[in-house]
């Protein structure tokens, strides 16, 4: 136990509050208050329960929904795939047969498991969160410690409501100051990994804080967590404030009353005291922040929109200077070239870290009034159904069909290669997806990942471009 | 889970950093139910061409490397993706051990839940087993997870670290989830008993009817 007096970080104090017991050496046994399950990565835990007889025993900290394997097109219509049929199929006699509370595939409450449970109000401040994915990292724009783990760790979850853990190193990420019109928090985060690199949080967790970061609205802040991982930490937060509260009040499954205003006490305490320790500091000045766009096969592969391609012999340490060159040759890219002007075949909007409602309004403000460029394949993929429906209900759906976009169902779709959304070989994408690996959209597929804002400017003109250019001054202010 | 005590095995060198999960194993073979049969995948983006067919130029395709029970890389192994499907692919291809400078977290840890030992080294200790690696099967390595010690071939011992909760779950071959509920069922329920938890509301039933997530992020 640390003492009360020793200032700590909001994961300290998180992580202090969910120790069951610390062992000699060290590791702590870690209670989970929530768990979210999708049907890839959970079959062979519920088998393996089945195995050794055993319940979940907390049903009612559990929900799970289908994402990944699911097709975006008509729902009318069954699944397709065999393999993927019964994939779903298997997660619904799972959640049935243990008890587990799930959204079938045809609500409208389906949609990725990292938008469904902010938004169904299952994610909250001050809990810890786990799910069979390492995009869970999302949740902690609650203030919440929320991480990805692997299918014998969501056993171990569904078995025991506990994990064991390793305390966490703690670093401060700040962005002080306000960000240029047109610039999101996708752009934000991408110049952090940029910065610091994928392994520039390994070992740690890391508190998003600063004046540019307390603007963020919530779909912000999620889009910043979501991408923790591709900076290689084992989560990311954001301290609960005054929008986390108004966001989160009201939703389903939130404290309800007076629950809720016991609950917010608790929750104002959630901040990191004045002079806790940070193993690691980083801070970035809002006002240099660009559009951003990677450029290669690893997130930290960022680029202003304005900047040029790396070349290999710029590089002193052969190894790196190889890695660019086979990067180029997987790109299809000249080195030193401007990346502004680079033709797409594809533009994919959606994903867990960029398909909320927020998201949507920010690329359909780009794109009214104009077309998709031709030969261009350009979707967008809501977060949710009550995304699409809330969409729907705006009218933005009608400014995507009228551009020429794709009005599709919800999912993870093109962000992973696994569904029937995929890139073929040899195809780009500008994508508000999270992960630009070799193959990641489909086998050979060339990724660049962008803002929502920037896809879609990327749709009008059949290039990857500076959004800006096309956002009118009050537009471009409004962008977040 | 097989425990994991001492090898002796060739090594296959892949010297790329950042070896990402859906390299190891691309999502598209993730439809599986089970945890087995996934070997035939490891590596597909950069073993088979488009056809299917095998890249001689990989390393796992060269005879010398086709039982390879060691496989070593640069650094920050296992990033991206959680999908356990990642050591379980391993495993299934014969994979027991797997050494780098540095690994990503969640993939480090999905290594021990399947009995398969990640090692860290420095970087110019791989440098010197990926050399050795590329003697093929002519130069063997053992790794003893006991003493903590892998011998190179010319019989050089490098000694390495390891978590000591870790090492023994490995050497015995440990159940987790069973070890959990046989030593700390009493200190879960007391933890679950704390008043201090009585906000946390359940996941079975709503507290108000499903509505529609409307304009501004409030709902209608």
Known sequence: MQNPVTPRTLYDKIWDDHVVKTLEDGTSLLYIDRHLLHEVTSPQAFESLRAAGRPV??????????????????????????????????????????????????????????????????????????????????????????????????????????????????????????????????????????????????????????????????????????????????????????????????????????AFEQAVAYWKTLTTDEGAHFDEEVVLDAAEISPSVTWGTSPEDVLPITGTVPRPEDFADPAKAERIRRTLAYMGLEAGQKIAGTPVDVVFIGSCTNSRIEDLRAAAAVLKGRKVAEGVRAMVVPGSGLVRYAAEEEGLDKIFRDAGFEWREAGCSMCLGMNPDKLSAGQRSASTSNRNFEGRQGPDGRTHLCSPTMAAAAAVTGTLCDARDLLEPTMAEGAA | MEKFTRLTSVAAALPQENVDTDQIIPARFLKTIQRTGLGKHLFAGQRYDA????????????????????????????????????????????????????????????????????????????????????????????????????????????????????????????????????????????????????????????????SVIGAKGEQA
């Open chain 2, 51 to 210: 056809k299917g067919n095998e890249n001689p130029d990989f390393v796992l395709n060269k005879p010398a490397y086709r039982k390879a029970g060691i496989l070593i890389t640069l650094d920050n192994l296992g990033c991206g993706s959680s999908r356990e499907h990642a050591p379980w692919a391993l495993l299934d291809f014969g994979i027991r051990c797997v050494i780098a400078p540095s690994f990503a977290d969640i993939f480090y840890n999905n290594c021990f839940k399947n009995g398969i030992l990640p090692i860290r080294l420095s970087r110019e200790q791989c440098l010197a087993l990926m050399d050795d690696a590329s003697h093929g099967e002519n130069a063997r390595l053992t790794v003893d997870l006991e003493k903590q010690e892998i011998h190179r071939p010319d019989g050089e011992v490098i000694s390495f670290e390891m978590d000591p909760f870790r090492r023994q779950v490995l050497l015995e071959g440990l159940d987790d989830v069973a070890q959990t509920l046989k030593n700390h069922e009493q200190s879960i329920r007391e933890f679950e008993a704390r008043p201090s938890r009585a906000w946390i509301p359940s996941t079975k039933q709503a507290g108000r009817p499903q």
């Open chain 1, 57 to 258: 025993r907390r049903p009612d900290a559990t929900m799970a929904v289908a994402d990944h394997n699911v097709p975006t097109s008509d729902r009318s219509q069954p699944v397709e795939d065999p393999q993927s049929r019964l994939q779903i199929e298997t997660l619904e006699a799972n959640v049935k047969e243990f008890g587990v509370p799930y959204f079938p595939l045809r609500s409208r409450q389906q949609g990725i498991v990292h938008v469904v449970g902010p938004e169904q109000g299952v994610s909250l401040p001050g809990m810890t969160i786990v799910c069979g994915d390492s995009h869970t990292s999302t949740h902690g724009a609650f203030g919440s410690l929320a991480f990805g783990i692997g299918t014998s760790e969501v056993e171990h979850v569904l078995a025991t409501q506990t994990l064991l853990q390793k305390r966490s190193k703690n670093m401060r990420v700040r962005v002080e100051g306000d960000v240029a019109p047109g610039v999101t928090a996708k752009d934000i985060m991408l110049s952090i990994i940029g910065r610091i690199g994928t392994a520039g949080g390994t070992g740690h967790v890391i508190e998003f804080a600063g004046s540019a970061i307390r603007k963020l609205d919530m779909a912000g802040r999620m889009t910043l967590c979501n991408m923790s991982i591709e900076a290689g930490a084992r989560a990311g937060m954001v301290a609960p404030d005054e929008t986390t509260f108004n966001y989160v009040k009201g939703r389903p499954f939130a404290p309800q009353g007076e």
